[in-house]
């Protein structure tokens, strides 16, 4: 079983509509992020959450919200989703110390908003 | 100023040989980490190798390596015998674990096409 799942993984929805994107984790790692991904371009950090109670905006947090319901869950929404938040969505998870900094990385959520 | 700085969009190899890419980077931290991932053409990323700035040897893991030289702060990764399923875009970041409260930086991506 995949240690970092993301749900779901492809979603098509209209302009103004309100969506959640899921993830969960079974590493028991304390950091959880959330980053998205345009065609072309690298990943771009949009939150961050380094336990339950530490919540961080990331670059472009603009228009996005998350939740952290437990250790291992980590929810973005996008509250009233418009076209250009079209893109491919990353979960990640961290731990702390030495090469645990590497991150794994859920399968991707692919959105469309039309 | 762009941290993480991949200078090749794309680069062609031919099979069984070996390709370099390219990565620079810029931090004022001392502590920090880079990382290379594949991202094949189905959307999911693969870690690849690591390297620590406190590290004194080259990083290597199988066929990938990472020739790390820290005074010129950069980080390429040399794929050595490539094959045909290394066709990927390949992603160069960065973890600042001072600064920037460990969070990852990426660079754009290089697309790696691999020719029979």
């Known amino acids: 079983d995949a240690d970092v799942t993301q749900t779901p993984r492809n979603r098509i929805t209209k302009t103004g509509k309100r969506i959640m994107l899921e993830c969960s984790q079974t590493?028991?790692?304390?950091?959880m992020y959330w980053y998205r991904q345009d065609p072309g371009l690298g990943l771009r950090l949009i939150y961050y959450s380094f336990d339950v109670k530490d919540i961080n905006k990331g670059e472009i947090s603009d228009g996005y919200s998350v939740s952290r319901q437990a250790q291992a869950k980590f929810s973005l929404s996008l509250e009233s989703a418009i076209p250009n938040q079209t893109a491919l969505y990353f979960c990640?998870?961290?731990?702390?110390?030495?090469?645990?900094?590497?991150?794994?990385f859920g399968p991707g959520t692919r959105l469309t908003v039309l | 100023a762009q941290k993480i700085t991949q200078t090749q969009p794309g680069m062609f190899v031919q099979e069984k040989e070996a390709v370099t890419l390219d990565c620079t980077y810029d931090t004022s931290d001392q502590s920090y980490g880079l990382f290379w991932y594949k991202q094949p053409s189905s959307g999911e990323m693969i870690f690849l190798i690591y390297q620590g700035s406190y590290d004194e040897q080259n990083a290597t893991e199988g066929r990938y390596s990472l020739n790390f030289q820290k005074a010129r702060k950069s980080a390429n990764l040399v794929i050595s015998a490539s094959q045909l399923g290394d066709s990927a875009m390949y992603f160069c970041a960065m973890r600042e674990f001072n600064t920037n409260a460990g969070k990852s930086t990426f660079g754009d991506g290089t697309t790696l096409t691999v020719k029979p």
């Open positions: 590493k028991g790692h304390d950091r």
């Open positions: 990640a998870t961290s731990d702390l110390g030495g090469r645990d900094n590497e991150q794994f």
